[in-house]
Structure formats: C-alpha cells, structure tokens
C-alpha cells in the first residue's frame, strides 16, 4: 500500500499525546512485516515494533504515529514518524536506545524534536517512491526488493509513460479502491518526478522508477507500474495506457498491480525539514564533548 490518508483511530489513541514531541526517521525491510499499521492480534507491523521499543524506552505506552501506510512487503528507506514521550531526551540518547532494542530488518537514522503540534502526515510536503524491475532470465534468489521479470520487450516505452503522468492529474484508475469513505476524497495529485533509469548489473538488467509527488493513492503507484510493464511488455499499447490515465475511477484496468516487493519509500520531505540528529552527527557531537574535557 502506497497512500497518504490519516493514520487509523488507533494509532492516534496508542498512548499519551501530551509530553516531549520528537520526529524519528525510520528504515526498514518490509518483508517481514504485515505492513506498517496497527492490525489484528499477533501482527508483526513497524507500528507495533516501533511501539515496543518506545515504550522499553519511555516507561510507558507512548503517542506514535507513521507518515504512510505501506502495505506488507513495501520497505522505507525514511518514513518519518512523530512521537511523544513522557521525559525529554537527547536526540543522539534516543537513537541510540532504539537502535539497541530494535530487531535488525528495522533501524532509526534520525531523530529531531519537533513542536508539540508537528503531525507527520498532515505536515509533509511530498514524497518519493522507488521501484525497481530485474529483467534476466532465471528468478532472483538474492535480491527481494525487485520485480522479477524473464523479459522484456519493449523497455523504451517506460520512459515514454513516464513523462505522461508527470504534472496535476487524477490517475485514479490506477489505483485500488479502500470501500470507505477515503474512495470519496479528490484524487487529483501532482507528481513532479518521474524517472525510469537503467543499468546492467549482475547479468540482469535493471529499471527504476523514482516518482515524486505531493501524496498517492492507496496501490497507485503499483498499479501504475504494473500498467507501464504491461505496455513494455508488448501487452497493451501507448494509447491504451492514455485512455486508462483519462478514465479516471471509470477505468477498465489491462494490467495487475505490480507486486510489493519492487517498492520502497525513499523519503517523506517536509519544508522545512526537522533538525535531525543522525548517528554520524551523534557521533561528532561526542567527539567534541570528549575533546573539550579537560585531561
């Protein structure tokens, strides 16, 4: 899942919402987890082991909540989230503690404090997915964040779609529907990046789609690759693929979501951005205490 509608009603209940706010930017292998929400009893989801971590840390239940929803099998690079905490901490003391309690398919890269209001859905500015096809002829063994594909005829075409959905549009019909009220929201977006890039590697060759914009529709984006390699695989046409963009929720779809594991979360930006404390600055901020101390 790909999508930018508010957290659930219970995230925003999971713990206090007063104390000490911090912003945490997260990284994390998504195959081995249900997704990133809350969901049923015993669920391995980033919310939870998050939420675990947090609380070993403050004492208590904490305030947490994640910028995006991603379905199982989607990884993030940086997924931000804003936390609240009963005691004020030192960033470089919080990042560190998580990191010592948290399993190694999820790491924190950063943490900043924020205001008490800050949100981390409501207040980003854009975000940037990537996606990556392996084309080569045996299945991928080591690598599991790639489509896999034997081949692929026509791969100019990529970029040619590429460029169409650049801009402010309603691309709804690439999407899937939540039956909830969300399907009812304006699905106009603006995407500002839209990129396939190509490299030979490892005897395959290798497509990546970085894609840019103020927010995305739940499974938009894998359907939107699923449907650009439904065209470069010489199953539908150019045209095909105009007349689905101008559907809209109407669109008949010629091609199934891309599989999840191709997609990764690389950044929700935000204007202006927190003041994160990384482990490399933690690090050089304990050098410079280490060195002012007197001998």
């Known amino acids: 899942m790909e999508s930018d509608p508010g957290a659930s009603d219970r995230d925003l209940r999971c713990g206090q919402t007063g104390g000490h706010a911090y912003a945490l930017a997260v990284e994390f292998d998504g195959a081995g987890f249900c997704g990133t929400q809350v969901q049923g009893k015993g669920e391995r989801t980033l919310h939870a082991v998050l939420a675990a971590a947090l609380e070993k840390l403050d004492g208590a ?39 010592g309690n948290l399993p190694r398919d999820v790491a924190v890269r950063a943490v900043a404090p924020v205001a008490a209001g800050f949100n981390a859905i409501s207040a980003a500015s854009g975000k940037t997915y990537v996606y990556r096809l392996s084309v080569r002829p045996v299945r991928l063994v080591l ?38 009220d969300s399907d009812d929201a304006d699905p106009v977006r603006t995407i500002t990046e839209a990129d396939w890039s190509h490299a030979r590697q490892d005897g395959a060759d290798q497509w990546t789609l970085r894609l840019s914009g103020t927010g995305f529709l739940y ?20 045209e095909d693929f105009r007349r689905l963009m101008a559907a809209g929720r109407n669109a008949v779809k010629f091609a199934n979501v891309a599989p999840a594991e191709g997609l ?22 304990r050098a410079t205490r280490a060195q002012g101390r007197p001998g």
């Open 61 to 99: 239940s904490v305030h947490l909540r994640l910028a995006s929803r991603l379905d199982t099998g989607v990884s993030a690079s940086w997924l931000t989230a804003d936390v609240r905490l009963r005691q004020e901490r030192d960033p470089a003391l919080i990042l560190s503690a998580l990191n």
């Open 143 to 180: 690598d599991r964040t790639a489509w896999w594909l034997r081949e692929l005829d026509d791969p100019e075409r990529l970029a040619e779609l590429a460029a169409l959905i650049r801009g402010r549009h309603d691309l709804s019909g690439f999407a899937c529907l939540r039956h909830n």
């Open 219 to 238: 499974k938009q984006i894998r359907g939107l690759v699923g449907a650009m390699v439904h065209v470069a695989g010489g199953r539908a046409t150019v």
């Open 264 to 285: 990764r979360l690389e950044r929700v930006a935000y204007d202006p951005e927190p003041a994160w404390v990384s482990v490399a600055m933690a690090r050089a901020m």
